[in-house]
């Protein structure tokens, strides 16, 4: 008995000791915890988020796929509008060069290029997306063979898994954007279907989604961005009489995710065809758009397979929300791609345009509008191209960081980025990375009778598609 107390009282004259020790161990490891914890919290350790952010803002978006797989919170911040303003504020922004492919099973794949480090990166596919016209037609025919001793899951099994099933996006005959940091595919042509249909790319979430869909269904239309809106004119429709030209217009405002009409686009020259049977016969349709000093140029062609006439074109006003006729010049002189189309981009505030070799033996050339005179002028008389007339779009033009650049697809499939340098620029040490070329001096320093010398094509990128052909590209500047 006496052993027992005297135990337990020795028990309890050590447990205060044990119990010091511990809560002093335990309050240290709350420390090293709650520190621990404090550190994993923050994107950099040791560092306060608001300038980790900064550093992170400084960084090559080259970089922000990898990035993303460090933890949740750099996954966060790499995805966050606020980093994606800070490097606007701070001019960190980076133009990348969007390029769309279609390979011979006719899928559609959109590769991103960063010039600066020549990397490419493979956007994820495209959705699919069922034409609703399409789509009504088949399963109106699909009620018309349920019988009631039928189930209808194997009817839509059955139904889903024929060959003839209505196709889906992409369709042939989109249009494409880019617009407040995103890429836009628009409509499209699926057997007599014309959709719709809108999607949109994010490069900062890497995703694609759906949204609102374009006020009138079309394909072939043409678009343009105008104060931060996309602008959406012309194309073809099919209704109950077959396809159509569209003259209608439409804007899409990013921040609203709205549609609104616009005035349809008149077209002045094909009302002086000289009789009725050219005006049935020959169709006006707009044959492409560059936003240029603030307006809507839409130049016009006459078209019925496999003709083309041009008649000039119109210019679309946004402060007056209306249509006047194409100066003379511009329209007359606007250079043509084959099929009609016209090549064109506006680079530094200057409009170039593409003039296609008239063979297989010679060389295009590019022309800059000259405003003040209303007439084309050469600029560039060599062009690298490839002659590949089974090809929809062997070559393209585009203009970021400032420069002209031409991007063109060989025999082999390889698709080439080139860009238009200053020869003396380019040799000059003190002319930075990126010499100076595609802007006003540019222009007056090439307008010579014979520029071939004054200008040397240099590669930034190339890659080998194999068999993909190049349809179109854009440029987002994030």
Same mark, same amino acid.
């Given at each position: 008995?006496g052993?027992v107390m005297?135990?337990n009282?020795?028990?309890?004259?050590?447990?205060?000791?044990?119990n010091?020790?511990?809560?002093?161990?335990s309050?240290?490891?709350?420390?090293?915890?709650?520190?621990?914890?404090?550190?994993n919290?923050?994107l950099?350790?040791?560092?306060?988020?608001?300038?980790s952010?900064?550093?992170l803002?400084?960084?090559p978006?080259?970089c922000?796929?990898?990035?993303?797989?460090?933890?949740?919170?750099?996954?966060?911040?790499?995805?966050?509008?606020?980093?994606?303003?800070?490097?606007?504020?701070?001019?960190k922004?980076?133009?990348?060069?969007?390029?769309?492919?279609?390979d011979q099973e006719?899928?559609?794949?959109?590769?991103?290029?960063?010039?600066?480090?020549?990397?490419?990166?493979?956007?994820?596919?495209?959705?699919?997306?069922v034409?609703?016209?399409?789509s009504r037609?088949s399963?109106s025919?699909?009620?018309?063979?349920v019988?009631?001793?039928?189930k209808?899951?194997?009817i839509?099994?059955?139904?889903?898994?024929?060959?003839?099933?209505?196709?889906?996006?992409?369709f042939?005959?989109?249009a494409?954007?880019?617009v407040?940091?995103?890429?836009?595919?628009?409509?499209g042509?699926?057997?007599?279907?014309?959709?719709?249909?809108v999607?949109?790319?994010?490069?900062v979430? !890497?995703k694609?989604?759906?949204?609102s869909?374009m006020?009138?269904?079309?394909?072939?239309?043409?678009?343009g961005?105008?104060?931060?809106?996309l602008y959406?004119?012309?194309g073809i429709?099919h209704?109950?009489?077959?396809?159509s030209?569209l003259?209608?217009?439409e804007?899409?405002?990013?921040?609203? !995710?709205?549609?609104?009409e616009v005035p349809?686009?008149?077209?002045?020259?094909?009302?002086?065809?000289?009789?009725a049977?050219l005006a049935?016969?020959?169709?006006?349709?707009?044959?492409?758009?560059?936003?240029?000093?603030?307006?809507?140029?839409?130049?016009q062609?006459l078209?019925s397979?496999?003709?083309?006439?041009?008649?000039?074109g119109?210019?679309?006003e946004?402060?007056?929300?209306?249509?006047i006729?194409m100066?003379?010049?511009?329209?007359?002189?606007?250079p043509?791609r084959?099929?009609?189309?016209k090549?064109?981009v506006?680079?530094?505030?200057?409009?170039?345009?593409f003039?296609?070799?008239?063979?297989?033996?010679?060389?295009?050339n590019i022309?800059?509008?000259?405003q003040?005179?209303d007439?084309?002028?050469?600029?560039i008389?060599?062009?690298?191209?490839s002659?590949?007339?089974?090809s929809e779009?062997p070559y393209?033009?585009?203009g970021f960081h400032?420069?002209?650049?031409?991007?063109?697809?060989?025999?082999?499939g390889?698709?080439?980025?080139?860009?238009?340098?200053?020869?003396e620029?380019?040799?000059?040490?003190?002319?930075?990375?990126?010499?100076f070329?595609?802007?006003?001096s540019f222009?007056e320093?090439?307008?010579?009778?014979?520029?071939?010398?004054?200008?040397?094509?240099?590669?930034?990128?190339?890659?080998d598609?194999?068999?993909a052909?190049?349809v179109?590209?854009?440029?987002?500047?994030?």
């Open positions: 008995m052993s005297s135990l009282c020795s028990s309890r004259s050590r447990t205060p000791i044990l010091e020790g511990s809560s002093n161990e309050c240290k490891r709350q420390k090293i915890c709650s520190s621990y914890e404090g550190e919290n923050r950099i350790p040791r560092l306060p988020d608001e300038l952010i900064q550093i803002a400084r960084v978006r080259i922000y796929f990898n990035a993303r797989l460090v933890s949740r919170k750099w996954k966060s911040a790499f995805t966050s509008s606020e980093l994606y303003c800070l490097r606007q504020e701070l001019g922004t980076e133009e990348w060069l969007y390029v769309l492919t279609k006719n899928v559609f794949l959109w590769h991103a290029l960063d010039p600066v480090s020549a990397k490419w990166q493979r956007l994820p596919p495209m959705p699919d997306i034409c609703e016209e399409e037609r399963f025919g699909l009620w018309n063979v019988s009631p001793r039928m209808v899951a194997e839509l099994r059955s139904w889903f898994g024929r060959k003839d099933r209505p196709e889906k996006l992409p042939c005959g989109c494409f954007g880019a407040d940091g995103c890429l836009y595919v628009l409509g042509l699926s057997k007599s279907c014309t959709a719709n249909s999607l949109r790319f994010d490069p979430l !890497n694609w989604n759906e949204v869909p006020l009138e269904s079309r394909a072939y239309s043409k678009t961005i105008l104060n931060n809106k959406v004119v012309g429709n209704g109950r009489g077959g396809f030209p003259r209608s217009a804007v899409y405002d990013p921040s609203a !995710n709205a549609w609104s349809s686009m008149p077209f002045s020259k094909a009302q002086v065809l000289p009789n049977f049935g016969l020959l169709k006006p349709v707009a044959t492409g758009m560059s936003s240029y000093n603030g307006r809507l140029c839409v130049p062609s078209y397979w496999p003709f083309y006439v041009d008649i000039g119109e210019v679309y946004p402060e007056t929300n209306s249509w006729e100066p003379i010049g511009m329209g007359e002189g606007w043509a084959q099929a009609g189309t090549l064109s506006v680079v530094d505030g200057e409009l170039y345009g003039d296609p070799p008239p063979s297989s033996m010679e060389s295009g022309k800059v509008y000259d003040k005179e007439t084309w002028k050469v600029v008389r060599e062009v690298p191209v002659d590949l007339p089974q779009s393209i033009l585009a400032g420069k002209l650049h031409f991007i063109t697809r060989d025999f082999n390889k698709i080439t980025v080139l860009r238009a340098d200053l020869r620029s380019s040799s000059s040490p003190s002319s930075g990375p990126y010499p070329a595609g802007s006003r222009r320093k090439t307008d010579l009778p014979n520029t071939t010398d004054t200008v040397v094509w240099k590669v930034i990128a190339a890659k598609f194999g068999a052909e190049l179109s590209c854009q440029v987002i500047d994030l």
